[in-house]
């Protein structure tokens, strides 16, 4: 689902609201969203601030170094396969993901924590052109109403 935003200043902004097919997903699946979404973004005016938001259904990791210009160094945990995916993606697009970009605690980043594990996650990602970062003030996690009566699977602290 994308929205065409006229903001001020003769500025425009392009939201783009997705779900990406889940690890276990065939890999065409997976190869048709995100040829999808290239094809999404081949239409968005060049001027556009874009902003990509989902459940990309992925795990990011915390090597800014490696991804550096897509990643902030305050990430959690290693990348998965879909994570790979998505950070290529984003790197084709000079995208960032803005949830690792901003230093704060636990519960404001991380919305999902593995009982047996103990392993903590991001599940819904913000990210945004490269370019606006200057834009944005602060990322966080809101719990939802899924979360009301699950506080053993939140990371709280």
Request: aromatic letters at 8%; charged letters at 20%.
């Amino acid at each position: 689902m994308t929205l065409h935003l006229h903001l001020s200043q003769n500025q425009c902004s392009t939201v783009i609201s997705t779900y990406s097919p889940t690890l276990g997903s065939d890999e065409q699946v997976k190869e048709r969203f995100y040829s999808d979404l290239d094809n999404v973004f081949a239409f968005i005016p060049r001027d556009d601030k874009v902003i990509l938001l989902g459940k990309f259904n992925t795990q990011v990791d915390c090597e800014h170094e490696i991804w550096t210009g897509t990643i902030g160094k305050n990430g959690v945990g290693k990348a998965n396969a879909n994570g790979i995916l998505l950070l290529i993606k984003c790197a084709q697009h000079n995208m960032i993901v803005m949830n690792n970009v901003f230093f704060q605690k636990d519960q404001l980043k991380i919305k999902w924590k593995q009982l047996r594990s103990e392993h903590c996650h991001l599940l819904d990602y913000i990210i945004i052109q490269g370019r606006d970062l200057r834009d944005v003030l602060v990322t966080k996690v809101m719990k939802g109403f899924e979360d009301a009566g699950q506080t053993t699977d939140l990371c709280t602290q």
